[in-house]
């Protein structure tokens, strides 16, 4: 996609073109879960699907293409869905997008004790300093793993956050779906 660096990593740039893909729906979306496969495999394995994603002779080989999967269940925790999942072979890596409310690092120490999710989750979107950020993490069967963040008031390519530990929580449980 356009605004993917060249010189970064193949999972670095797949992260991207996720984020990329998830900006061009808007806000407001459920969570989306991708596999990560080889594109040189794919053109040699499935060159239907290749030519479907629009990936010729001419795309790069050394990539990663990501491949939305069914919708991620909105009755279900994130969590216990995630826990469910089970990866072919040919998937050497998995993505996910999901929208969050984030407070600053300062509004920690206002939280209230022994709230319910649910009461938590309502006192932080009433917060005055919260933040929407659209999350993309992306990890690898090697244990690799990246992150691309995007708050929603700096909507823009050049405003996107990447980095391996963004959120670690979230790519530990990636990390989980690829465990025997």
Same mark, same amino acid.
């Given at each position: 996609?356009?605004?993917?660096?060249?010189?970064?990593?193949?999972?670095?740039?797949?992260?991207?073109?996720?984020?990329?893909?998830?900006?061009?729906?808007?806000?407001?979306?459920?969570?989306?879960?991708?596999?990560?496969?080889?594109?040189?495999?794919?053109?040699? !394995?499935?060159?239907?699907?290749?030519?479907?994603?629009?990936?010729?002779?001419?795309?790069?080989?050394?990539?990663?293409? +990501?491949?939305? !999967?069914?919708?991620?269940?909105?009755?279900?925790?994130?969590?216990?869905?995630?826990?469910?999942?089970?990866?072919?072979?040919?998937?050497?890596?998995?993505?996910?997008?999901?929208?969050?409310?984030?407070?600053?690092?300062?509004?920690?120490? !206002?939280? +209230?004790?022994?709230?319910?999710?649910?009461?938590?989750?309502?006192?932080?979107?009433?917060?005055?300093?919260?933040?929407?950020?659209?999350?993309?993490?992306?990890?690898?069967?090697?244990?690799?793993?990246?992150?691309?963040?995007?708050?929603?008031?700096?909507?823009?390519?050049?405003?996107?956050?990447?980095?391996?530990?963004?959120? +670690?929580?979230?790519?530990?449980?990636?990390?989980?779906?690829?465990?025997?």
């Amino acid at each position: 996609m356009s605004n993917t660096p060249m010189a970064a990593s193949p999972l670095t740039r797949a992260v991207l073109e996720i984020d990329e893909y998830a900006s061009g729906l808007g806000w407001d979306q459920p969570a989306r879960l991708f596999a990560l496969v080889d594109t040189a495999r794919l053109r040699v !394995q499935e060159p239907s699907l290749a030519a479907q994603l629009g990936l010729d002779a001419e795309s790069e080989s050394a990539g990663l293409t +990501p491949i939305e !999967q069914e919708e991620v269940p909105t009755d279900k925790p994130l969590d216990e869905f995630l826990g469910t999942i089970a990866w072919p072979d040919a998937v050497v890596g998995c993505a996910l997008t999901v929208e969050r409310l984030m407070l600053p690092p300062s509004a920690e120490a !206002q939280v +209230p004790q022994g709230l319910s999710e649910a009461k938590l989750a309502k006192w932080v979107a009433e917060h005055p300093e919260r933040q929407e950020v659209r999350m993309t993490v992306a990890v690898l069967r090697d244990g690799s793993r990246e992150s691309a963040l995007r708050l929603r008031e700096k909507d823009s390519p050049t405003e996107v956050l990447t980095g391996p530990e963004l959120v +670690p929580g979230l790519a530990e449980a990636l990390t989980a779906t690829f465990e025997d």
